[in-house]
């Protein structure tokens, strides 16, 4: 596996999960965002986002142009992006949570009115939850990256960062697909956008508790 496929933290090279696809900032094609230094705070969060975008490119383009930023993007095929250092690159893409949190975007129009007919997102729900009040679903590639990106940040294979696997919108009562109050203040764990700031990541964060259950006996009911 060539520098270009690595998971970068603190400058070194790690290697993905299994079955994830990964191209890191080393990769001339791949811009990195340039946010602060963290400046040794602890990394102990991740925050999961839909872009209301359609491609990586596009996505790229309006964080640039509203100089923010992720630290990964997923694309419609389920390819993971990396734009910034986990450790070191503090990014503006969650409020209060930047400091300690690394971010996701994955590229959907979250919307079924920018579902274009030849997209590769087919599926769209009712929704409640979803501004609007109907949802596009992300692709199947993408779902399964998010779950595998997840998993993986959270576990001791990502040396350098300290994100335990605490369910920030679990409860008793089943999974937040909304605001969350525990949201309102920075506590170590894995996040949706849509629990403290826009409408978005809740499903995709859904997905990942699902599909790692087996993980989750340290997970936080709030």
């Known amino acids: 596996m060539n520098t270009y496929s690595k998971i970068v933290i603190n400058g070194n090279l790690l290697d993905p999960p299994e079955g994830l696809q990964v191209r890191n900032f080393h990769d001339p094609v791949v811009p990195r965002f340039r946010g602060k230094n963290r400046c040794n705070t602890p990394v102990t969060e991740i925050i ?3 872009t209301v975008t359609q491609s990586v490119e596009a996505t790229v383009r309006v964080l640039q142009r509203r100089k923010l930023g992720v630290h990964f993007i997923i694309g419609p095929n389920g390819e993971v992006t990396q734009h910034g250092d986990l450790a070191t690159d503090l990014l503006f893409h969650a409020g209060f949570h ?15 009115k920018y579902r ?17 009040g109907a949802y596009v679903v992300p692709t199947a590639a993408q779902a399964e990256a998010t779950a595998l990106l997840v998993d993986w940040l959270s576990s001791e294979k990502a040396e350098g960062l ?3 696997k605490n369910w920030i919108g679990l409860c008793k009562k089943g999974m937040a697909l909304g605001r969350v109050l525990a949201a309102k203040r920075r506590k170590p764990g894995i996040y949706a956008h849509h629990y403290f700031g826009h409408a978005d990541g809740a499903w995709l964060v859904m997905y990942c508790l699902v599909t790692l259950r087996r993980g989750t006996r340290h997970s936080t009911c709030v």
Request: glycine residues 2%; without cysteine.
């Open 162 to 164: 300290h994100i335990p």
């Open 48 to 50: 999961v986002h839909e």
């Open 98 to 112: 930047n400091r300690p949190s690394v971010g996701i975007e994955v590229v959907t129009p979250y919307y079924p």
């Open 116 to 132: 274009k007919e030849d997209s590769p997102w087919k599926d769209t729900i009712d929704a409640p939850w979803a501004h609007e």
